[in-house]
């Protein structure tokens, strides 16, 4: 993962500044907070909230924060919290897999751009809901598949 270089999309709608920050949401604090690790450290990345059903990820996850970007992430368990906030730009996705097609949709959805953790959805008619949505909504969608 590049950062949140990633997420930099000619089409934003917003004009984008070598200044500009990019508030993201992490959402799964098991392989996110590797995630976290790559994008905190990023000038350009703005970690708002961290999302995990499991209190102890997720007070982990905000101290994974807390220590690599000097900022104290909201924590929330509830990820459409996240998306109800019209200042994120964009969701990372490492929840477990069955929540990965369901969470980018509902991204899209909500106006946010997603990174979104390997394998991309259950099924073919999952991945073809995630593009629909993403190209209703233009919003660039990646899919990791390193590791």
Known sequence: VAGCATFQHPKRARAASSNE???VGVMGLGRGKGLIQSFAPSENCHIEYVCDVDSRRL?????????????????????????????????????PDHWHAPATIMACNAGKHVYCEKPTSHNPQEG??????????????????QR
Do not use: C, F, Y
Request: hydrophobic share 50%.
């Open 59 to 95: 007070a982990e996850g905000a101290s994974l924060v807390t220590n690599l970007a000097g900022n104290n992430p909201q924590q929330v368990v509830d990820v459409r919290k996240i998306l109800d906030d019209k200042k994120v730009d964009a969701l990372v996705i490492a929840a």
């Open 21 to 23: 920050k990019i508030v």
């Open 128 to 145: 073809e809901w995630m593009i629909e949505a993403a190209r209703k909504h233009n919003r660039v969608v990646q899919i990791g598949t």
